[in-house]
């Protein structure tokens, strides 16, 4: 083939996983690990693979390799993910799948043999959506995010990681740094859907990454007096969702008083949540961002502050309690050159968004490459990309990885 097949506006990849996790109440998919719609996909890709010639393993964390010739050290690596966020998009963690899958055939079709080790590498849980740490897959790998403490994680449902787990066929007690599998990883190059509004501006479909913003997840905790809804005078009340509320205009003052930071309360939960009641307590999720490690925890500790006043305003108590945190990546200055240069001079830009490439920096040489998003949105069914865009970015991979390889 002389390049990637295409269906209904589609690489034709992402047609096929396009009925899988479908969410009928938020649009868009809902995909989270090991759960049915994700073993779907780990299935579809599987079998994609294989019809490829690749050699597919799972490895302790439950990461999905597809191997391109023999097993080795020094291999050059390139994938994303397949999980979403709660309602996602098409493109997001699957177009740098697809792509990559596309890539290998269009190099295998015009006869090219890779000298070195090569692989399809889809991280397990990128987004954090059920077990609430993003990039768990790759976490784990470096030993960014303790064993123990990964087992012990529980989701909505009360189901531990280590359950699930074991339920998925991956033996928990296997989980965590990965010493053999980094080994093998010489480089790891990513591409993925621009996530913000660039490239329509710069009048080009692919980039480059340079950076990604310091970034993490903090639980707030308030609890308040639970009581009658009609009962309760609104004197008397030390109630946990005003003091949510008060908190959310706190966490959105500060950030737009903090320049470039970005702080998000993107959900929330309340006990006992019924209409005619009082909360006891409410819980929210934080998201903060900015450019360097050092104003992004500034930034977590002005909304700490606001968040304590705005609960005792309410006669309540808050409590903030990190999930995950990443501190600002600077990618492999000498690998991006050598990408930009390989792709004629297309632009670089940063990112806000946190990537299983950006965890593996810290460890080995790592890269970014962007598809255009004419409109910037992203974790929203409303995410898009047009097919001349997403064949540029398969075109770009694959002229990327004959350089490597």
Known sequence: MTAPATAHGLLSGLDEIADIGRDARRGGYSRHLWQPAD??????????????????????????????????????????????????????GPLGVVSALDAIARLQASGFRPARPCAVLVFAEEEGSRFGIACLGSRLMTGALDAGRARALVDADGISLEAAASAAGIDPAGLGEDRAALARIGLFLELHVEQGRGLIDLGSPVAVASSILAHGRWRITFTGEGNHAGATRMTDRRDPMLAAARSMLAVRDAAVASTGSRATIG?????????????SQVTVWLDARAAEDAAAQDLVTEITARVSAAAAAEGCTAVVAEESWSGAVAFDEALRDRLVHSLHGVPTLPTGAGHDAGVLSSRLPTAMIFVRNPTGVSHSPEEFATLDDCLAGVAALEQVLRELL
């Open 39 to 92: 073993l779907e996909l780990r299935d579809w890709f599987t079998g994609r693979a294989v019809r490829l010639g690749l050699d597919v393993e799972i490895d302790r964390n439950g990461n999905t390799w597809a191997w391109w010739g023999p097993r080795g050290d020094d291999a050059i690596v390139v994938g994303s993910h397949l999980d979403s966020v709660p309602g996602g998009g098409t493109y997001d």
């Open 267 to 279: 959900r929330i939960e309340a006990v006992p949540g019924g209409t005619n009641v009082i909360s």
